[in-house]
């Protein structure tokens, strides 16, 4: 059974700093490029980063690029986004995601694992 479970969310003041985990299991983790996206009322589905099998190439979206960084374990099957300079605007529910494909895809349709979410607040 495929799980992806995110931890790390919550409350922030703007300017402030989070760290979100994920930890994969039921799929071989090294082998699919994880990716995160977000969620906020009224808007699209949002890339936000990526990170390709071996954890040495990753791709963040314009509006995170600087801010946002993303990591793999692979020993622990576990990936992370580390967040900073957090702004109001990234308040969103923020999924971790796992893909098969050979490509660090910021398209959500490249990605066949999605975890629950956990919401990430930050306050101006």
């Known amino acids: 059974q495929v799980q992806l479970v995110e931890s790390g969310g919550g409350l922030v003041q703007a300017g402030g700093s989070l760290r979100l985990s994920c930890v994969a299991s039921g799929f071989p983790f090294s082998d699919y490029v994880m990716g995160w996206f977000r969620h906020s009322p009224g808007k699209e589905l949002e890339f936000v980063a990526s990170?390709?099998?071996?954890?040495?190439?990753?791709y963040a979206s314009d509006s995170v690029k600087g801010r946002f960084t993303i990591s793999r374990d692979n020993a622990r099957n576990t990936v992370y986004l580390q967040m900073d300079s957090l702004k109001p605007e990234d308040t969103a529910v923020y999924y971790c995601?796992?893909?098969?494909?050979?490509?660090?895809?910021?398209?959500?349709?490249?990605?066949?694992?999605w975890g629950q979410g956990t919401q990430v607040t930050a306050s101006s």
């Open positions: 995601t796992a893909s098969g494909g050979l490509w660090a895809s910021d398209s959500a349709s490249a990605y066949e694992y």
């Open positions: 990170i390709r099998t071996s954890g040495e190439t990753t």
